[in-house]
């Protein structure tokens, strides 16, 4: 017998009672998901937990349409991480895990702060799986849910993040394909970071003739090139960037259907809304500018993130000068000296025009006889 940290007395190697229960994984040999997928899981070693003699998984953090996410410990350098483990039904392809992989070790060589750091990249049989940084906090789209439409300074702080770590991306010749709001990760100190970069245009890349059949990224942002079966491009990540803007500042997505069908054929037809329509508090300027980066044709938008992040700082510095403007008016009136009354002139007289005397009288009559009264 012992004494556990409770003071009771606990058999030997058995955990107090009042110490949490560390998560586990089922030791079938099968990740559960939080919600199901079709009949695609991700394959777990029978009975472990470990990858590579090194990752050690903890709690399954997410799921979705080509991975599933874990709470990791890597043992070797004594770090909590993220770990996403691709789904076997893409492992099974060798040209895309080929892609995949070096989609990931480009994505490793970028830092910034609004990326997501990808630490290592590997597999462990049959499992392939990439390492990331693990980011406490919550994703964009959790945000939206909770608030609706979130606050204007916010928003757009977020839009600039955003631009800024895609608009790198570009830079570095990487386009994510998938742009959402569950891929935007905002941490505790209001910093944003993009995830998953990599598996969708690994994906887009190698297995084209699947992309109908299989819900590969989120029909609610691609954008209508994509929906066509088109190769994504800077320009398709700016329109899911003016997707998830609309959703920020509207709080609602702009198209709606009930399929995926539905959604491509609205990316590609329907009307494109604007967003000041239903946020009328929304300034012009920047209700615009979400309307043009949602344009159907690639063309018509910015073709950059970068181009589109200048044009959103623009705005945040104007909306910031006119907010000082403002601010100072009312207190330049109150300190502004209160100057004498002028008095308003007198009115000026005219004198009198002096009498003009009438011309003498003439000293002749015009018969030529005097005129005795001159």
């Not at 499992?127 to 909770?146: A, C, H, N, R, W």
């Not at 691609?222 to 803007?245: H, M, T, W």
């Not at 992040?309 to 601010?327: M, P």
């Amino acid at each position: 017998m012992s004494v556990c940290q409770c003071r009771s007395p606990t058999a030997v190697n058995r955990r107090c009672h009042r110490q949490p229960e560390r998560p586990q994984l089922p030791a079938t040999g099968t990740a559960t998901r939080a919600k199901p997928h079709s009949a695609q899981e991700v394959t777990i070693m029978p009975g472990e937990t470990l990858l590579n003699q090194r990752y050690e998984l903890v709690a399954q953090q997410g799921s979705g349409g080509m991975s599933v996410i874990y709470r990791a410990l890597d043992r070797s350098l004594g770090r909590i991480v993220a770990i996403k483990i691709l789904r076997p039904n893409l492992t099974k392809d060798p040209a895309f895990l080929d892609k995949f992989q070096q989609e990931a070790r480009s994505i490793a060589k970028m830092a910034h702060p609004n990326i997501v750091t990808v630490h290592d990249v590997g597999s462990d049989g049959a499992t392939y799986y990439i390492v990331m940084e693990m980011i406490s906090g919550s994703d964009l789209k959790k945000l939206i849910k909770q608030r609706g439409a979130l606050p204007f300074d916010r928003a757009l702080d977020y839009a600039i993040q955003l631009c800024a770590g895609l608009g790198f991306a570009h830079r570095s010749k990487l386009v994510h394909a998938d742009v959402k709001p569950q891929n935007i990760l905002i941490n505790r100190d209001g910093v944003l970071k993009v995830t998953d970069f990599g598996i969708a245009q690994a994906y887009t890349d190698t297995m084209p003739q699947t992309r109908s059949k299989v819900v590969w990224g989120s029909p609610h942002y691609f954008a209508p090139e994509q929906a066509r079966g088109e190769k994504p491009s800077p320009a398709s990540d700016v329109y899911s960037i003016g997707i998830v803007l609309f959703e920020m500042f509207a709080g609602r997505l702009p198209y709606t259907g009930a399929s995926q069908r539905e959604l491509a054929l609205a990316h590609l037809k329907a009307e494109v809304p604007r967003a000041s329509d239903i946020n009328p508090d929304l300034p012009d300027e920047l209700s615009r500018v979400i309307y043009k980066v949602m344009s159907k044709r690639p063309n018509d938008r910015y073709q950059h993130a970068d181009q589109l992040g200048q044009i959103l700082n623009q705005i945040r510095e104007r909306n910031r000068a006119d907010h000082l403007l403002r601010a100072a008016a009312p207190q330049s009136e109150a300190i502004r000296p209160r100057q004498p009354a002028i008095p308003a002139p007198s009115p000026t007289l005219t004198p009198p025009a002096p009498a003009i005397p009438s011309p003498p009288a003439p000293f002749f009559h015009t018969d030529g006889s005097i005129n005795v009264e001159a």
